[in-house]
């Protein structure tokens, strides 16, 4: 056991080695980070504030590095000695801070002390001077008077060394493979020395899209049908009242499930394989909803909104609305509205939300409904993470190789922690996120 043992780790530091080095600030649950792992990256370390969030981050990604902490308290030699990047030359560094600031559902202050964290990012950059840098975004940001800011962000870098796409934009998941409208702001970076990367071009259109024009030659995205197809109906296994997951039957999945699923892998994944047991429905807690709620979400066409609830209504046809996370404890505990099932009147499950979200069924959330959700909500879907990431490797001149090892997924207990045994497990000061004022569930 211990020559193979030995083996292993040699094949996982051969493997470390040719794959470039990546840092994800913000990192949350991790969409951004399975998203640069599936292009070829190294996430060798992960900054995240939020220690429920840390601790789905570990379990899903239990061979790399999460600081939990907040980037304010958190310096580049931190990150790099704290992590096994040491003193090794970084190729990427990326994140999107919170964006509360400029989100057009909120105020969009320009003064929002919020957005203070943008510049930390910033300095985290420059201290750990990567080749590239990704920053994401909300839409809102670059609407009206939050231009500024983005050119203040652009003109701190070019002062610094760095060199910026001034022709940002913002890409909807919908045309890079995932079956959920959701728009989100990019802008690219690299050194002085380095070419600067392209924007990746769109490779779907939205189905049944008749609000926006697309290339006629582009296939359309999957659709919420190729999303939910083979998943077991969770009415049907009474344990998910009290259970996240069960041994399940699982249906014909469509190409889009079945790579979600493993049974396939697709020729540009360079992620690892994760080992899990592929009968497990997971992140499948059930709702119970009143009568009154079954009959209203029954009554309701596909593609429309149940005007008591204001749930949107899935159209198995079409593509999800943009999934939201709500707010966070401090801020009320709002739960964002999450859209009812196409055929079952219910609302969807975290794992229904993780499949429209370009999750793969191996990536688990957690426990509770209340997590679960806010992780999906919160994170850039990992296909269009991909599409970015792709990008920067193209623009490395460097060919991603694929693993040579299967990885195991860290222990379970990780994703049941509430905040007290997260924050006692991280060592973190208890108060670091307010506590939340309702029951979890």
């Known amino acids: 056991m211990l020559i193979e043992s030995t083996k292993i780790a040699e094949i996982i530091d051969i493997n470390q080695q040719k794959r470039p080095i990546a840092v994800d600030l913000f990192a949350g649950a991790g969409g951004m980070t399975l998203g640069f792992e599936l292009a070829g990256f190294d996430v060798f370390a992960s900054v995240e504030i939020d220690p429920i969030h840390c601790a789905t981050h570990e379990f899903n990604f239990p061979f790399w590095t999460i600081l939990c902490k907040s980037v304010v308290d958190t310096t580049g030699n931190q990150i790099r000695s704290y992590s096994s990047i040491g003193d090794r030359e970084i190729d990427v560094v990326f994140g999107g801070p919170p964006c509360q600031g400029f989100s057009l559902i909120g105020k969009r202050l320009f003064d929002d002390p919020r957005n203070s964290l943008v510049y930390h990012y910033i300095r985290l950059v420059l201290e750990l ?21 983005i050119r203040e962000i652009i003109n701190q870098f070019e002062q610094n060394g760095y060199k910026v796409r001034k022709d940002y934009k913002v890409l909807n998941a ?12 990019f802008l690219l970076g690299c050194r002085y020395d380095m070419e600067l990367p392209n924007y990746p071009a769109p490779i779907t259109k939205p189905a049944k899209s008749s609000k926006v024009v697309f290339n006629d030659e582009l296939q359309s995205s999957p659709t919420v049908l190729d999303a939910l197809i083979d998943l077991p109906e969770i009415e049907n296994y009474i344990e998910l009242y009290k259970k996240d997951w069960v041994i399940a039957d699982f249906g014909q999945p469509s190409d889009y499930s079945m790579q979600l699923r493993g049974v396939v892998r697709a020729d540009n994944d360079y992620s690892y394989k994760r080992i899990y047991d592929s009968e497990m429905l997971t992140s499948s807690l ?14 309701t066409p596909p593609g429309k909104t ?5 749930f949107y209504k899935l159209d198995p046809e079409g593509i999800c609305n943009t999934l939201r996370a709500g707010t966070p ?61 792709s990008e920067i490797i193209k623009a490395l001149d460097t060919y991603p190789s694929k693993p040579g090892v299967i990885q195991e997924l860290g222990n379970e207990n990780l994703i049941m922690f509430d905040m007290s045994r997260a924050t006692k497990y991280y060592g973190v000061d208890p108060y670091v996120i307010e506590p939340r004022k309702r029951n979890l569930r």
């Open 129 to 149: 001077q990567p080749k590239f840098f990704v920053f994401e975004n909300v839409k809102g940001i670059t609407v009206g008077k939050h231009k500024e800011f």
């Open 174 to 185: 919908a045309q890079y493979g995932v079956p959920q409208s959701r728009e989100r702001l």
């Open 329 to 389: 404890s401090n801020r009320g505990a709002f739960t964002s509205p999450r859209p009812i099932h196409p055929f079952t009147p219910r609302c969807i499950t975290v794992r229904e939300a993780a499949r429209l979200h370009s999750y793969p069924d191996w990536f688990r959330f957690h426990v509770t409904k209340w997590h679960g959700f806010r992780q999906i909500g919160n994170s850039v879907p990992p296909l269009l993470a991909k599409a970015v990431a």
């Open 306 to 310: 149940e005007p008591i609830s204001r």
């Open 286 to 299: 059930r709702t119970e909803h009143t009568l009154e709620s079954i009959k209203r979400f029954d009554a």
